[in-house]
């Protein structure tokens, strides 16, 4: 069974500084893991991916994640916030040789302070 | 880039009516999928499809819903009868193999009963 964690509701940080955004996942097989961010009343637009390649991971807009499977995280971080970065963000696993159905976490709403 | 296309964007209908929300999805995806999102609640899994059926349903998926994938073109999900908790968002996935390169997630449908 996989399940996935986002451990904060909501991140406030201001523009310019950095963005962490908390994601642990339990998976019985090899996980596949994924950002997603959800901007108000629009759809959900793939960030970043991990697939078993590189544990650091580089997406778009300059979000990056590190997957660190002795912890079980998979932690979104950014150098420096832009207001454009306020939206909602989606942890989510789905496992390899396992059920690749994805598994969504509850989501963390990131707020950018001017 | 492709993209997964769904219609309509908004739908009101009156409880008890039957809708069909319709997706096209990624031309050489094989995987399907279908999952809603209460406002301010979690992405939840409906179903999954593949070689043209249900691969996988989640406690959600009731003899209300139903899907077809009626052309080569057309994913639909199908609601009977439907309930005022129905009103959600609507997202329409898919997938090459499986998902372990990730999903591709239309725009949604926002579906509102009254």
């Known amino acids: 069974a996989q399940s996935v964690t986002q451990l904060d509701s909501h991140v406030s940080v201001s523009e310019g500084t950095p963005v962490l955004l908390r994601c642990n996942y339990s998976?019985?097989?090899?996980?596949?893991l994924f950002w997603y961010v959800q901007h108000p009343n629009k759809g959900l637009q793939l960030l970043l991916k991990?697939?078993?390649?590189?544990?650091l991971v580089k997406g778009i807009n300059g979000f990056e994640a590190e997957f660190k499977k002795s912890e079980t995280s998979f932690h979104l971080t950014k150098p420096s916030a832009h207001m454009s970065d306020a939206a909602e963000y989606f942890c989510?696993?789905?496992?390899?040789?396992?059920?690749?159905?994805?598994?969504f976490g509850r989501g963390t709403s990131l707020i950018v302070h001017p | 880039e492709p993209e997964v296309t769904q219609t309509p964007s908004h739908q009101v209908t009156q409880m008890g009516q039957e809708v069909i929300l319709r997706c096209v999805p990624i031309?050489?995806?094989?995987?399907f999928y279908w999952y809603r999102q209460i406002l301010g609640q979690k992405v939840e899994f409906l179903v999954s499809?593949?070689?043209?059926?249900?691969?996988?349903k989640s406690e959600i998926f009731d003899d209300q819903f139903s899907v077809e994938r009626p052309d080569g073109s057309n994913f639909t999900l199908k609601i009977r009868s439907t309930k005022l908790e129905d009103s959600a968002m609507y997202f329409c996935?898919?997938?090459?193999?499986?998902?372990?390169?990730?999903?591709?997630f239309g725009s949604g449908t926002r579906l509102t009963v009254v």
């Open positions: 996935a898919s997938s090459t193999t499986g998902g372990t390169y990730g999903y591709t």
């Open positions: 998976s019985s097989y090899s996980p596949s």
């Open positions: 991990y697939t078993s390649a590189a544990t």
């Open positions: 989510v696993v789905s496992e390899t040789g396992g059920s690749y159905i994805p598994t």
């Open positions: 031309s050489n995806h094989l995987y």
């Open positions: 499809f593949y070689n043209n059926e249900i691969s996988e």
